[in-house]
């Protein structure tokens, strides 16, 4: 156990609605990343968070957004669902932002319909 | 073009096999460099980072060639429990962005 947990682990939504996936980072760890995953694909970045500011970006789109908390807990926000955000949301933390040992929670498996 | 290229795979090998794996990147500012691991349908563990010298963990060997931009992981004495998804992770310069591969898919047969 990574000591990294996501919810909710499952979803469903339609296209253009919203949701809000939750991540709470291990113990001591300051920095959330967050990443899609869509089948058969590695991991995509889509940002990180390091004491409450956003800290780099990937090639996703403004309706991605987040948010980081004093507990360094972390919220992901996907507004206006499309089809192709059916996907794997992994969130990672680390004890520091430039580490390449990222601790991963289990995911929150995202259907879009 | 993809910042970090693999072979898909799969790879089917015997029990007590040795495979490799090899992976590529496009940037050539690329700064560090990992081996995940991925069971199906669960989250990436780190396997080991990639240093610039080799590095072995047990029975596997990590390997980066800068001029070629290419890092290889060789498994040897394969076991069942090798079986997942091996993902290569590259950090581009930018200290918070870690771009992994889609993934060599192994399995190891009785």
């Known amino acids: 156990e990574t000591g990294v947990t996501q919810s909710p682990t499952h979803l469903i939504k339609t296209r253009g609605q919203q949701v809000t996936l939750r991540c709470s980072s291990q113990?001591?760890?300051?920095?959330v990343s967050w990443y899609q995953q869509a089948l058969g694909q590695g991991p995509q970045f889509i940002f990180q968070?390091?004491?409450?500011?956003?800290?780099g970006r990937g090639n996703f789109p403004p309706r991605f957004s987040g948010l980081q908390f004093p507990n360094y807990s972390s919220e992901l926000n996907v507004n206006a669902l499309e089809l192709d955000d059916s996907a794997l949301y992994l969130c990672?933390?680390?004890?520091?932002?430039?580490?390449?040992?990222?601790?991963f929670g289990e995911g929150s498996r995202l259907t879009v319909l | 073009r993809k910042e970090v290229e693999q072979d898909p795979g799969p790879f089917n090998v015997p029990e007590g096999a040795t495979v490799a794996f090899n992976c590529t990147y496009s940037?050539?500012?690329?700064?560090?460099f990992f081996w995940y691991r991925q069971d199906c349908r669960k989250e990436p563990k780190l396997l080991m980072s990639?240093?610039?010298s080799g590095n072995e963990d047990g029975r596997f060997t990590a390997q980066l060639n800068r001029a070629s931009q290419y890092i290889s992981l060789l498994i040897r004495d394969s076991k069942l429990s090798d079986s997942a998804t091996y993902l290569c992770?590259?950090?581009?310069?930018?200290?918070?962005?870690?771009?992994f591969g889609s993934g060599t898919k192994l399995n190891v047969k009785p």
């Open positions: 990672a933390s680390s004890a520091t932002q430039n580490t390449g040992e990222l601790f």
């Open positions: 113990s001591g760890h300051n920095t």
């Open positions: 968070y390091y004491r409450e500011e956003e800290n």
């Open positions: 940037n050539s500012a690329s700064q560090s």
């Open positions: 990639v240093y610039s």
């Open positions: 992770v590259v950090n581009i310069g930018n200290f918070n962005k870690f771009y």
